[in-house]
């Protein structure tokens, strides 16, 4: 199965800032790839869906690229609401994977 | 609005089975796929399988198969997924999760856009 490796495993940023997170595929997964975001005790919350397409309802702060097997999700100007645990998930190869999460923490 | 709202918690023996619920509103229930994603305490997210509710077809992730049942009722417009032979492993929160693409007669797209609000399954003696 396709193993998803998110790098950093914390990142420690300000509001205001802009936060870069990335997902590496052990294989290429084409553009197959989601973005979601969970927050203690809720369920995660789809942002991206094949590799840059914002899911329904999503500010444009968020945005995502890549493809292949090196992708980058952006939040380009952080609000307090964003500081989250993010991660990425694939389709391409059954079965469907995810990575083991980015933490977003408040510097 | 799109609903998903689960079943409330559970605790198990090892060796027990549980069936977790979810019951769909505000959407045609037959016309998306859904599945099932659990989340082990302070882990990741680990897919499962899903089901097509129009046609009750079924797909599960290796590591669950023969352990995992997903089943539906359409004139409630409700999921379930059994797990039996429960193991300390298997305690974590369960999701429903509604798929993003809003057909079944392709396959599923496996991104998820709707998910219920978890049931924690505890497998302890």
């Known amino acids: 199965e396709i193993v998803l490796t998110q790098s950093p495993a914390t990142l420690s940023l300000s509001p205001g800032e802009r936060a870069t997170l990335s997902c590496r595929a052990s294989?290429?997964?084409?553009?197959?790839l989601a973005w979601y975001q969970q927050k203690p005790g809720q369920a995660p919350r789809l942002l991206i869906y094949?590799?840059?397409n914002r899911a329904t309802g999503i500010p444009a702060r968020f945005s995502g690229s890549g493809s292949g097997t090196d992708f980058t999700l952006t939040i380009s100007s952080l609000e307090p609401e964003d500081f989250a645990v993010y991660y990425c998930?694939?389709?391409?190869?059954?079965?469907?994977?995810f990575g083991q999460g980015t933490r977003l923490e408040i510097k | 609005q799109v609903q998903l709202v689960q079943s409330g918690a559970e605790v198990k023996k090892p060796g027990a089975s549980v069936k977790v619920s979810c019951k769909a509103s505000?959407?045609?229930?037959?016309?998306?796929?859904m599945h099932w994603v659990r989340q082990a305490p302070g882990q990741g997210l680990e897919w499962m399988g899903w089901?097509?509710?129009?046609?009750?077809?079924?797909n599960y992730a290796q590591k669950f198969q023969g352990r995992v049942t997903m089943t539906r009722d359409t004139s409630i417009s409700t999921a379930y997924m059994e797990l039996s032979r429960l193991r300390s492993d298997d305690t974590a929160v369960y999701y429903c999760?509604?798929?993003?693409?809003?057909?079944?007669?392709?396959?599923?797209?496996?991104?998820?856009?709707?998910w219920g609000q978890g049931t924690l399954v505890t497998v302890s003696s």
């Open positions: 094949d590799a840059s």
């Open positions: 505000g959407y045609t229930f037959t016309g998306y796929y």
């Open positions: 294989q290429s997964v084409s553009s197959y």
């Open positions: 998930q694939q389709r391409s190869n059954w079965p469907s994977t």
């Open positions: 999760a509604r798929d993003l693409s809003a057909t079944v007669v392709t396959p599923p797209r496996c991104f998820f856009d709707y």
């Open positions: 089901i097509n509710p129009n046609s009750g077809g079924t």
